[in-house]
Nanobody, 118 residues
Framework: VQLQASGGGLVQAGGSLRLSCAAS????????MGWFRQAPGKEREFVAA????????YYTDSVKGRFTISRDNAKNTVSLQMNSLKPEDTAVYYC????????????WGRGTLVTVSS
């Protein structure tokens, strides 16, 4: 599956952004999807994930209550709604997919930059 993320930009602290990731292929619903981010000078970190059916979601502690991951299997898209953004959310955000729920994420899209100003 090929992935293309979009929706990044510049926003003030407290604002919102919605990231989207479009996937190619007819087997999108067979992949668990995730969002990761990499801030300047830091390692890439997990942000959120959603299971194949969308029935379960997972978040890193720092975004719980502020970010929401969702997917539309009919449209082959996964989204990340980000509210109450903080300067420390500034990073390049990547969407990723994995076929095996217990395996690593092995399909990555190009990132989209999110910059949160204070």
């Amino acid at each position: 599956v090929q992935l293309q993320a979009s929706g990044g930009g510049l926003v003030q602290a407290g604002g919102s952004l919605r990231l989207s990731c479009a996937a190619s292929g007819r087997t999108f619903n067979m992949y668990q999807m995730g969002w990761f981010r990499q801030a300047p000078g830091k390692e890439r970190e997990f942000v959120a994930a959603i299971t194949r059916s969308g029935g379960s979601t997972y978040y890193t502690d720092s975004v719980k209550g502020r970010f929401t991951i969702s997917r539309d299997n009919a449209k082959n898209t996964v989204s990340l709604q980000m509210n109450s953004l903080k300067p420390e959310d500034t990073a390049v955000y990547y969407c990723a997919a994995k076929y095996s729920p217990r395996g690593p994420y092995d399909n990555w899209g190009r990132g989209t930059l999110v910059t949160v100003s204070s």
